[in-house]
């Protein structure tokens, strides 16, 4: 089993939110960068935010500039991913990822690791 669980999924309508969860177990969340990753209908898997190692460097692909918002809980070994104003364009099954990457972080699926087994995201009217 993965270390990693992704929660948090559903079916929503255009302009709703939703918060996305990466439980962690047996990983300290705080020794990796943190990738959150979609793959839609038909898509390979896209990176779709990104949190460094440190926790002060983030990335994040243009289409969700100003909706989504990624963090983290040491304490709690969780990452989140925050989606407001949901397009039909999110649609996809959300995984996240951890990568060893010393500094920074990237929306490259190469390089990260030990995903789960995602949680769909479907935005629909």
């Known amino acids: 089993q993965s270390p990693l669980v992704e929660s948090g999924g559903g079916l929503v309508q255009p302009g709703e939110s939703l918060r996305l969860t990466c439980a962690a177990s047996?990983?300290?969340?705080?020794?990796?960068?943190v990738g959150w990753f979609r793959q839609g209908p038909g898509k390979e898997r896209e990176g779709v935010y990104c949190?460094?190692?440190?926790?002060?460097?983030?990335n994040w692909i243009d289409s969700v500039k100003g909706r989504f918002a990624i963090s983290r809980s040491d304490a709690e070994e969780t990452a989140y991913l925050q989606m407001n104003n949901l397009k039909a364009e999110d649609t996809g099954l959300y995984y996240c990822?951890?990568?060893?990457?010393?500094?920074?972080?990237?929306?490259?699926?190469?390089?990260?690791?030990?995903w789960g087994r995602g949680t769909q995201v479907t935005v629909s009217s």
């Open positions: 949190l460094s190692r440190s926790g002060r460097i983030t």
């Open positions: 990822g951890v990568s060893q990457m010393a500094s920074g972080c990237h929306l490259r699926p190469e390089g990260y690791e030990n």
């Open positions: 047996n990983l300290r969340l705080g020794d990796y960068a």
